[in-house]
């Protein structure tokens, strides 16, 4: 068997190694990841942490003459000053563009290594070294992007926004909220609220207009109402006069209760005054529920949908060829004022389990009215 060529590893070898990996900023496992196409397969971070920490007399000459080249072919780490990172600040700032969408969706081919986390850390100064070729690149990628058009922030623009707030409720964070994966990058509340305080003289014209839409589009719910004072002192007065809490008068009417009036906690919201609107079918169960608490009527204002009922609300629709819509456009005058055909439709498609009986009663009258389509 062949002897393995091995190098003793002299005092000087171990200098030499050691003030090369301080240079490049590149330990065992780094060195070998950023050169794992050239790597020897045999080579491994142990054997190189082994030669750097004299914990080792010799070396594969092979070895020693792969570890020589990777440290001269590698790219050195340097200083990362103050000067470099305001120029980074200023790129992301005039772009308007993060790290992660400068790598994903703005830059391809980025150096291996490079990743959105190590940006940010030299943006945060959480870093005070960086790979040379990786800053070169990200700057190169940065100065390769459009400016970001900015708006100045008029008085106009604040007594707008203060405006859709004051009409919708929601501040800076309400209005975001649940929106993380459509609104655009780099948006936040704290933007908006420095746009409130008047710290910035301008904005983004892509925050600000996507701001303003998502405002525009938040409009009361036809269904809701506003849950005044009065209507809150009003419960509360039912509460005492009954000796019923909410979870009471919850208490065996999961099939009577309108859809989505699910929990006790909902009403306990509207008493504590943290919910400003209450949808107007819960409302006027609750109170009604309160009015005949204690009375064979408490459970008469609302009916359980069966099969039986739902088949018989299907056939009506199927013989005269109404739907929802049709129905309630012949109905407009006479209906009820909380019937719509949303709960029309409900009823019919079986997603919805209960009906105010005056309600149902007036629909199936009102079919019977009507003779069999031909």
Known sequence: MAQEDRTEITDEIRAKLIDESKRTGLGARALLADFEETAPADLTAGMLDHVLHGHTRSIRTAHLAWLLDSFLRADPRIPLTSAMRDKLKQEKDRTGVSPYRLLTSFA????????????????DCNFKTVRRRHY?????AYEGLPDCTRIAMSDEHLAMLRSEIARTGKGSKAILRGKRRQMPEGLNSGIIDQWLNGNVQSASEQHWNWVRQTYAEDQPDPDSLELTKEMRNHLKAERKRTGAGIQKLFRGTNDLRPEGLTSSSIVHNWLSGSHKTVRKDHLEWVIEAYKNFGTPKAQSSRLIITEELRDQLVAEFKRTGLGAASLMGHARNSAPASL??????????????????????????????????R
């Open 136 to 140: 070169k690149w990200v700057v190169a």
């Open 340 to 373: 719509n055909p949303t709960k029309i439709q409900t009823w019919l498609s079986g997603t919805t389990k209960t009906a105010n009986r005056e309600e149902w009663n007036f629909v199936m009258e009102f079919y019977a009215k009507f003779d069999s389509r």
């Open 108 to 123: 391809f081919d980025p150096p291996k290594g490079l990743n959105r986390r190590n940006i940010e850390a030299w943006l």
